[in-house]
């Protein structure tokens, strides 16, 4: 019988190698990709990129802001007194004018005492009247007294000077009885005329005290009489009415607020600025304010020597007057003019340059095919350009773009 003795071939050889020439294989198409990733340049289109072209001239330094208007003068409502409020005449936005009624309520205790006391008052004024008629008709009794002294001794007077003229026709004893007789009554008209002088001091002094017993109750019944009024709130200026606090039913105490009034026009400007670029920042500098429907120009009053959440706040006042859409709490944009920079290289701003700082950004060539990345020394810089120091020419194009998907590559591709 004859066996078949299988021979060495080329299927043989193909099993046993198989594995090495797997290997080679990938090992051959790793080299390839790494090949390719780091020497073929990364590709993005055109039209996903904005483009910057450096200019060379004049620029003006700028910090933008965004804020709000806010009223220069805020006026606060307080409640005067302890009420329940009743009616609440007017909604926040309302203009109103000065003595206008804002909210109305009511308080029937304070209603009640102002009643009393304007009773007690009239009582008062009427015991005062009959206590000063009794006063003045003691005076015009001592006055008289003091009159009939005074006719007394007149009368004695006379016939002492009558009898000294016949003094031998007239005996001694009367003489010196006329005598003895005017000089008491001289002295009796002295005493009376004190008297009299002492009880118009008395007097006064009690009427004195009286009227300041009047003028307490007086003053009782003006303060009773301003509670009620102040239960009629009332606006104390002409202005925006920017807040009601309280509600009908509500029952408030002394000292609640009840409303917040502004004047219209009378406004400034808050601005938030970021921190970084808050640092060349000074009071007397230009700025314009945008409302998205007009532009106004005003002037930086103040800075924040505080940081609050990576800004600086910012205050703009005005010198003239402000557009009609202008009122409290309406959001705004601000441009602070820093300065003026001459004959130098500027660019539009990208996102990741800061002032005085170097950045990596990428270049286009003059086809605008290839981009390649380069270092660049910014200075100062604006909301929206900021001055190229060194690593630029007047007419180069740069990226502007976020450039974080390929900023491990040195060079990139544009594609149409």
């Known amino acids: 019988m004859d066996i078949s003795i299988p021979q060495p071939g080329n299927k ?54 965004n804020g709000v208007l806010l009223p220069r003068d805020i006026n606060w409502v307080a409640a005067n007194v302890d009420a329940r409020v009743e009616e609440v005449i007017y909604k926040p936005g309302m203009k109103v004018n000065k ?57 004695s007077t006379m016939r002492l000077a009558a009898q000294k003229k016949y003094i031998a026709a007239v005996p001694m004893l009367e003489y010196e009885t006329t005598r003895i007789n005017t000089e008491q009554y001289r002295q009796q008209v002295v005493l009376e005329e004190k008297r009299l002088k002492t009880l118009k001091l008395s007097i006064d002094a009690d009427i004195k005290a009286s009227a300041m017993r009047l003028n307490k109750l007086e003053s009782l019944v003006l303060l009773s009489q301003q509670e009620v009024d102040s239960l009629n709130v009332t606006s104390p200026i002409e202005g925006i009415l920017q807040d009601v606090k309280v509600q009908v039913g509500q029952r408030v105490t002394t000292g609640t607020s009840i409303a917040r009034l502004a004047k219209e026009k009378e406004l400034y400007a808050e601005l938030k600025v970021p921190e970084l670029q808050s640092r060349d920042l000074a009071v007397g500098q230009q700025v314009t304010i945008n409302t998205g429907r007009s532009q106004f120009t005003g002037v930086l009053s103040r800075v924040d020597p505080a940081v609050t959440n990576g800004t600086v706040k910012v205050d703009v006042t005005f010198n003239q007057p402000l557009p009609q859409e202008a009122r409290p709490d309406l959001s705004v944009d601000g441009l602070i003019a820093v300065t003026k920079i001459n004959d130098s290289l500027y660019v539009e701003r990208p996102p990741f340059a800061q002032n005085n700082l170097p950045s990596m950004l990428y270049r286009l060539d003059e086809n605008e095919r290839f981009a390649t990345k380069m270092k660049v020394n910014f200075g100062q810089g604006s909301a929206d350009y900021i001055q190229v120091t060194s690593g630029l020419r007047a007419g180069d194009k740069i990226i502007l773009s976020d450039g974080s998907a390929w900023q491990g590559a040195d060079q990139i591709e544009i594609t149409k």
Do not use: C, H, W
Request: aromatic content about 10%.
């Open 99 to 155: 003595g206008q009624l804002l909210v109305r309520m009511s308080n029937p205790t304070l209603e009640q005492k102002l009643q009393e006391n304007r009773l007690e008052l009239d009582a008062r004024r009427a015991e005062t009247d009959a206590t000063n008629a009794e006063l003045q008709n003691k005076i015009l009794s001592q006055e008289a007294l003091v009159l009939d002294a005074k006719s007394r001794l007149l009368s």
């Open 12 to 65: 043989f050889i193909l099993k046993r190698y198989r594995k090495f020439i797997v290997a080679g294989a990938l090992f051959l198409a790793t080299l390839a990709a790494i090949y390719n990733y780091r020497f073929s340049p990364y590709q993005i289109s055109r039209g996903s990129i904005a483009v910057g072209q450096v200019q060379y001239g004049s620029f003006s330094v700028e910090v933008r802001g």
